[in-house]
Each structure stands twice: as structure tokens, then as C-alpha cells.
């Protein structure tokens, strides 16, 4: 089918957006933007602020905010937002929670904050006589962004490094300056960008005049200026440790040293296959992205990030690994994380503020620490799962209430199938089936 094109659509009213659509997309136009306005917040001051977050808004897009408590990081205990579709991430971290709340709890701790920016630039010339030129001009790069800088500076943060990187063996003329930034509690996505930019500016200004360049070498072609979302040195650890011996009660009628064997099985499997610690590595992001979306931060920078480091030693791998020396069974998570408990969403979107304030409105360092512990309660409970009694058994019955609802079952069958399907395998037929035995009024037995 032909779609209409349209001009202006962005400048057209949001209700003039909607109807657009619906009368050219949809079949059933007037239940369809009925439908969809439906989820328009109930006070227009509200609906307004979302709208505004990023254009062509015609309606919210719902997804749940839950919570897991107990969490017990570094010896404090917090109730973590989650904002999550999938069903059994936040019951997998929450009971991850619970079990070792008995045993000590998360420990986490900050590696470093470092963020990282470029200047990709081209240059003609000898080398040398760059060097010569950048250690000239380099002062001139912190004095000129003084302006953009002071605020930062005064919260402990600023630019910590400069450095000029010579890529031409990669590519004929190719440098960077590369820069490195202290953002203290923002993620500094807007402050890094200013400053490289800035530093574009200074360094083709000065290129121009440089009495030892020539010609060509005169003109420094400005490829582009951007932060780099891999940020290696913005670095957390989290961290369970227990006796094995203590680990009887982590599976049903299974001993500690069992379940250690196999768990530890299970993790080394991710850290030599990249099939397996993709998967792995997955399991640690749905506790990971449930906080960062709670707490308004960029999950597609966060997983970027962590996926590339995943593959730094030039094999991608598990981001966990185990220990295990004396008796003593220890499991860590390593990951890069570049969050913010300031600017951006984090004051704008009220239930970003609901979130932050529910985990006692912490710093950026402590939200590296509260996201990774939940990723590694998350990817705990996945393999303690998948190496014992398996995932499914667990994720079909969270799943369980995603298939009634399809099948539009009612508070009473939704009931019967719950008890029903305590003993049996859920399955999109199963639960078709089992429903239409119920409503063929024959008597199936639970
Ligand atoms: C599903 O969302 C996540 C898991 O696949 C993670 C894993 O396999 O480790 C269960």
C-alpha cells in the first residue's frame, strides 16, 4: 500500500499530527486516535513537559516502573527503580537481592570517572611540525574555554588531559586531539561537546597563522568534534562473596559446592564463547538498562560502551568473572558506566526525580555502583537459573500473564490457569488449549 507523503509535519499541531496518521496509516482512523490519545497524560501541563523531550511526540509510549528492594550495597540498603518491558528482570534481581542480603549484601566500588572526547581533524604536513604546533597552541585550548569550563571547575571537575593522537598509518592525514574530562555528577554529554568544539575552533584559527606551516599545511580540515561514548576509565566494580559452604540454600535440595561447580561452569562458558557472553552479557544489561532508564540516563551510550569493552582483550567475553581460593566464593562484575544524578531528564521527568529520590538522590558515583550491582544480581540470577533447574521454567511463568492477556482471559481464568499451570509446561498453545477446554465448559483438572 501507497503511503501519503507529507510536508511540515513537524510544524503541524500534535492533534493535527495524530489525525494525520490515523487517517492515513490506520484502517479503524477513528478508534485508532481515540486509541492513541488515550495515553495522553490527564494534566496538559504534564503532557506538555513529555511532549517536549523530543519531537513528532503524538502520545506516551508506556513501559513499567517497577521496584526491587533490599538491595544491600555497601552496607545500605535500597528500594532500586526499575523501567522495564521484559517480565521476571526485576523479580530475577530482586530475589537475587534477597539472597545475599543474608550473606553481606553488593559491595561496589568507583575505578574511575574519566570521559573521553575528540577533535578529528586532517592535516598535510610533517609531523613534527605538528607536535611543535599542538605544545604551542595546547595552553590555549584550557585558557580559551575557561568560560565553558568555570562551573565545572568549581565542582571539582573540568578538563583533566590533552593529548594529540597520530592515526595517519589508519588513514592518509588523520589526527585527533584527544581529550579526557571530570564531569562530577552529570554524564557532561553537552559540556564535552562545547569544549571540543571550541577546541576545533582554536586549533583551525591557530593552524592558519602558524608561521612554520606552509601552504597546505596551514589548513587543518575539521572532520568532527564528539565525545566518545567508550569510556574504558569510567569504570565500577560490584561484587558478591560468600563461603561456598554458606551456598546450600541458593538452589532446592542442591549443595553449595554443586551449584558453585556448575555456576562456575557456567560463567567460564561465557568468558571463552562470544555466542554464550552475549547472552550473558545481555542478562547483566536488563538489571543495568531497568536502573539507567529509571533514573533518565542514556542506556544506548551504557550498552555501546560496555559491549565494546566486553571485547577489549580482542575477543568479546563475559564482563563477569569468578573466583573461587579457600572456600571462599567470590563474583565480580566489571563495567564501564557514564551516568548523571544531574542535568538532563534527571530534573525534568518526574518520574526520574520519583526514582532518584527513592535511592536517596545519590551521586553519579553511587548510581555506577547501585546499576552495576543490580546488573550483577540480574546475571546471578540468570545462570544460577540456566545452569540448575533452567530459565524457562521461571520466565513461562511471568510470561504466563502476557499470553491470558492476549488471549483476553478473564480475573477468574486467569486464576484457574495460574493454578493449572503450576504442573504444567506454559506454551502459547498450552494456554490456548487449557482456555478452550474452560470455555467449552468442560472440566479440566488442576
Ligand atoms: C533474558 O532476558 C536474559 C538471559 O538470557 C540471560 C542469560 O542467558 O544469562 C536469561
Known amino acids: 500500500m501507497d503511503k501519503k507523503e507529507i510536508q511540515g509535519f513537524s510544524k503541524l499541531p500534535k492533534e493535527q499530527k495524530l489525525q494525520w496518521l490515523a487517517d492515513n496509516y490506520f484502517s479503524d482512523k477513528e478508534q485508532a486516535a481515540k486509541e492513541l490519545s488515550s495515553y495522553w497524560h490527564r494534566y496538559p501541563e504534564t503532557q506538555k513537559l513529555f511532549d517536549e523531550f ?24 535500597y528500594a532500586v527503580p526499575m523501567v522495564i518491558e521484559e517480565s521476571s528482570v526485576v523479580a530475577a534481581a530482586s530475589m537475587s537481592a534477597k539472597q545475599w542480603l543474608e550473606r553481606g549484601g553488593f559491595h561496589a566500588e568507583v575505578i574511575d570517572t574519566e570521559k573521553i572526547g575528540q577533535v578529528h581533524f586532517l592535516w598535510q604536513g610533517e609531523k613534527a611540525k605538528l607536535d611543535r604546533f599542538f605544545a604551542a597552541i595546547k595552553p590555549k585550548l584550557f585558557e580559551e574555554t575557561e568560560s565553558i569550563t568555570a562551573n565545572m571547575q568549581q565542582r571539582g571537575g573540568g578538563i583533566l588531559g590533552v593529548d594529540l593522537v597520530d592515526l595517519t598509518e589508519q588513514m592518509p592525514d588523520y589526527y585527533q586531539v584527544k581529550a579526557r574530562f571530570e564531569t562530577c555528577d552529570s554524564m557532561g554529554a ?11 575552533a582554536i586549533l583551525k584559527r591557530e593552524a592558519s597563522q602558524w608561521s612554520e606551516f606552509e601552504g597546505d599545511e596551514k589548513q587543518v580540515e575539521i572532520i568532527m568534534s564528539i565525545l566518545s561514548n567508550y569510556t574504558p576509565n569510567c569504570l565500577v566494580r560490584a561484587w558478591v562473596s560468600c563461603k561456598v559452604a554458606e551456598m546450600d540454600c541458593f538452589v532446592k535440595d542442591m549443595d553449595g559446592p554443586t551449584f558453585v561447580r556448575k555456576f ?23 538489571g543495568i538498562d531497568a536502573v539507567v532508564l529509571a533514573t533518565g540516563n542514556d542506556f544506548r551510550a551504557v550498552e555501546a560502551c560496555g559491549h565494546v569493552y566486553a571485547g577489549r582483550n580482542g575477543q568479546y567475553s563475559s564482563l563477569t568473572n569468578i573466583d573461587i581460593q579457600d572456600g571462599q566464593f567470590t563474583y565480580t562484575l ?28 545519590p551521586s553519579a558515583r553511587e548510581l555506577m555502583m547501585i546499576a552495576a550491582s543490580v546488573g550483577l544480581a540480574n546475571n546471578f540470577s540468570a545462570v544460577r537459573s540456566l545452569v540448575t533447574v533452567g530459565i524457562q521454567k521461571g520466565h513461562m511463568k511471568m510470561h504466563l500473564l502476557n499470553i491470558l492477556k492476549n488471549f483476553e482471559a478473564s480475573e477468574q481464568e486467569t486464576e484457574l490457569a495460574k493454578k493449572y499451570f503450576v504442573h504444567n509446561i506454559v506454551s502459547y498453545t498450552s494456554v490456548r488449549e487449557f482456555l478452550e477446554l474452560l470455555r467449552s465448559g468442560q472440566t479440566v483438572k488442576l
Open 54 to 77: 523530543a519531537e513528532n511526540t503524538i502520545s506516551n509510549f508506556y513501559m513499567p516502573f517497577g521496584v526491587a528492594p533490599n538491595f544491600l550495597i555497601n552496607g545500605r540498603i
Open 190 to 200: 553537552n559540556f564535552i561537546n562545547s569544549v571540543l568544539e571550541k577546541f576545533a
Open 264 to 286: 562456575s561452569n557456567g560463567v567460564r562458558i561465557a568468558q571463552v564463547d562470544p555466542y554464550r557472553a552475549t547472552t550473558h552479557n545481555k542478562g547483566i544489561f536488563n
Open 334 to 361: 566489571e563495567v564501564p558506566l557514564s551516568l548523571g544524578t544531574v542535568g538532563g531528564l534527571t530534573t525534568l521527568h518526574p518520574m526520574v526525580r520519583r526514582g532518584l529520590e527513592m535511592l536517596g538522590n
